[in-house]
């Protein structure tokens, strides 16, 4: 059964799963590595791994972090979603921001 998520994924999405792929697919080659090895290093098989060369959404997230790992890559997923890095977010957070910030007052002790 095919997985669907390639129809409703934005192609801007699928571009960069194919930058994804081929990137991969050149440190592969840099590495000396073949398909066969990196199959076996990732263990998936062959037509899994050459999914990911081609930038398939249908492979797993977990699969993509086996190859980042094999190819030296481990530390970039720990990255993509970085609080200090999310642009938008820190934008977010200095909107929220009150206006005017006020002491309260404690109240008089009882007597």
């Known amino acids: 059964m095919k997985s669907a998520v390639g129809n409703v994924l934005p192609s801007r999405v699928l571009r960069s799963l194919q930058k994804l792929g081929g990137d991969v697919a050149t440190a592969r080659r840099k590495r000396a590595f073949t398909v066969a090895m ?7 098989s062959r037509t899994t791994y050459l999914k990911v060369e081609k930038g398939d959404p249908s492979v797993s997230l977990g699969v993509y972090a086996m190859v980042l790992f094999v190819l030296g890559f481990e530390e970039v997923l720990g990255r993509v ?3 200090q890095s999310d642009q938008t977010g820190l934008v ?3 909107e929220r921001l009150p206006r005017r910030v006020r002491v309260r007052k404690k109240p008089a002790p009882a007597h």
């Open 38 to 44: 990196m199959a076996e290093r990732t263990a998936v």
């Open 92 to 94: 977010l957070d200095v």
């Open 81 to 83: 979603a970085d609080p």
